[in-house]
């Protein structure tokens, strides 16, 4: 007879996963039911009624939606240079040898590994240092910095999974190197890509501390909600943070539905 214990068993890693899963989530459930409160006080912390003001009017909250505006430019623009330039460098250090190749390996993933205080410090020591003025630039080159080599892992790992025949045989059907790279090297590529532009997206509009030290007078989202959050926390900032969460799921299911629709579409 299957006896309780054995299920629980036969079952505990399911459950186990179940339970981190929901750990994780807890946070973004508990933001989204608060943002459809309607707190007496200044403070969104105790749960008085059903509103949805907040709702209606997003941005009724002074300077919110420019400083949500110019994170979501930020983290744009840092993608976008981060994908290029990790995408090159993964493929560099993949598929070609060059002196002080281990060293640069090593160095590219050093901000990984660094304490963000560690980098937010020495970046505005450099910038002070050559005299450059703080605001959205240095917010700008330092968040290129630091998601530069997560694009990099990601890259790196899906070219190192790459079939080498397939580019040959595009090759001995007298493709050119750009048409090979094209048809063949990048669709390959382009999950792994893909996966650290999103990763460098969700980096940079999150981050706060590098941010900290190297704004100046710029106000981006992740530093209006730790000043609003000394005064008194808006309901705005729960739907806000709702909405990105809402996207953020809706991204990765068309993601998966995507690659599902192209592996049936695949001949047997």
Request: aromatic share 12%; glycine share 6%; net charge positive.
């Amino acid at each position: 007879m299957r006896t309780p214990l054995a299920w629980l068993r036969r079952n505990l890693v399911v459950l186990a996963g179940l339970a981190t899963l929901a750990y994780l989530i807890l946070p973004n459930v508990v933001v989204t039911v608060f943002s459809f409160n309607d707190p007496a006080g200044r403070f969104n912390y105790a749960w008085r009624e059903f509103s949805l003001d907040a709702w209606k009017d997003p941005c009724g909250v002074a300077d919110l939606c420019s400083s949500l505006a110019l994170s979501l430019q930020i983290a744009l623009w840092a993608t976008l240079a981060a994908t290029a330039l990790g995408t090159a460098i993964a493929f560099a250090l993949v598929r070609y040898r060059f002196r002080a190749r281990g060293a640069v390996n090593s160095l590219i993933f050093l901000p990984m590994a660094m304490p963000e205080i560690v980098m937010a410090a020495s970046l505005l020591a450099l910038f002070l240092n050559m005299g450059v003025r703080l605001g959205f630039w240095t917010i700008l080159i330092a968040h290129i910095m630091f998601c530069l080599s997560f694009v990099v892992a990601a890259v790196k790992a899906r070219v190192l999974s790459m079939d080498p025949r397939l580019e040959e045989a595009a090759r001995d059907l007298y493709a050119g190197p750009v048409q090979t790279f094209v048809r063949v090297t990048l669709p390959i590529a382009a999950p792994g890509i893909a996966a650290g532009a999103l990763l460098s997206f969700a980096l940079s509009f999150d981050d706060f501390i590098i941010t900290n030290f190297n704004s100046g007078n710029t106000v981006t989202f992740p530093m209006f909600v730790w000043g609003s959050a000394q005064r008194g926390t808006p309901v705005q900032i729960n739907v806000i943070g709702t909405a990105m969460f809402v996207i953020a799921v809706l991204v990765v299911l068309a993601g998966q539905f995507v690659g599902n629709r192209r592996k049936k579409a695949r001949p047997a």
